[in-house]
């Protein structure tokens, strides 16, 4: 699972998901749930595009560098969007409560995901 493509193809899906759910919230939602829910939507929305265009960067970064253990970061930056953003979702939409211990996992699959790119691009010696 390490096609550049194929993380270009999961960028575009997370970007374009992450608009359509941001223009549901602002337009769908407001007023429908509390602030503290609809807060909560907006925060994996923007983990979601933020993260969308990291997996971009490093699809982009593979392409370029060539270095197999990037494919790593996107894919763990990919279980992150789905596990972090997926459960806010859930949480805000569904009040399903059993989804608040996935949050924090899919936030540490995120933060693994830039480590392992920051540690590739130091140790390959692209940073200096």
């Known amino acids: 699972m390490s096609s550049p493509l194929l993380y270009i193809c999961i960028a575009a899906f997370f970007g374009m998901t992450s608009v359509m759910l941001?223009?549901?919230?602002?337009?769908?939602?407001?007023?429908?749930?509390?602030?503290?829910?609809?807060s909560t939507f907006e925060t994996g929305v923007q983990y979601q595009m933020y993260h969308s265009l990291?997996?971009?960067?490093?699809?982009?970064?593979?392409?370029?560098?060539k270095l197999p253990v990037l494919a790593w970061a996107a894919g763990f930056m990919s279980l992150g969007v789905?596990?972090?953003?997926?459960?806010?979702?859930?949480?805000?939409?569904?009040?399903?409560?059993?989804?608040?211990?996935?949050t924090p996992i899919g936030g540490l699959c995120m933060i693994i995901g830039w480590g392992i790119l920051l540690v590739s691009v130091i140790r390959h010696g692209v940073a200096g």
């Open 22 to 38: 941001g223009a549901f919230g602002a337009h769908g939602l407001k007023g429908k749930l509390s602030d503290t829910l609809l």
């Open 54 to 65: 990291a997996i971009l960067l490093i699809a982009v970064l593979l392409i370029q560098l």
């Open 82 to 102: 789905v596990l972090f953003s997926g459960s806010l979702y859930g949480l805000a939409l569904l009040q399903m409560s059993w989804l608040g211990p996935v």
